[in-house]
Nanobody, 124 residues
Framework: QVQLVESGGGLVQAGGSLRLSCAAS????????MGWFRQAPGKEREFVAA????????RYADSVKGRFIISRDKAKNTMYLQLNSLKPEDTAVYYC?????????????????WGQGTQVTVSS
């Protein structure tokens, strides 16, 4: 069983920044594939970014490439998402996800565990 707890969401003006955190309760953090997804009101959940277990491989959605940075800290069992140059269209609930069965899941892999979500609201 893996528990994921997100934090760091909030209200920010367009052009601002936020950092989201996802604390994972798992013994083998370095071998767990992780990712961030988001869901805006009235829309389906969409992929944002993914990172391999060792943190070397990352992948981003085109809509956030160059603005968001995914990272992870194995000493803290925590994954991060740095959100820069935020736009109103980035407004959504952001979820972290984990796949303990593999070290890389990317945008299309099966994530078995999900956090409760954290709200990010960007005002224009």
């Amino acid at each position: 069983q893996v528990q994921l707890v997100e934090s760091g969401g909030g209200l920010v003006q367009a052009g601002g920044s936020l950092r989201l955190s996802c604390a994972a309760s798992v013994r083998t953090f370095s071998s767990v594939a992780m990712g961030w997804f988001r869901q805006a009101p009235g829309k389906e959940r969409e992929f944002v970014a993914a990172i391999s277990g060792n943190g070397v491989v990352t992948r981003y959605a085109d809509s956030v490439k160059g603005r968001f940075i995914i990272s992870r800290d194995k000493a803290k069992n925590t994954m991060y998402l740095q959100l820069n140059s935020l736009k109103p269209e980035d407004t959504a609930v952001y979820y972290c996800a984990a796949s303990p069965r593999t070290s890389w899941a990317g945008p299309y892999g099966k994530y078995d565990y999900w956090g409760q979500g954290t709200q990010v609201t960007v005002s224009s």
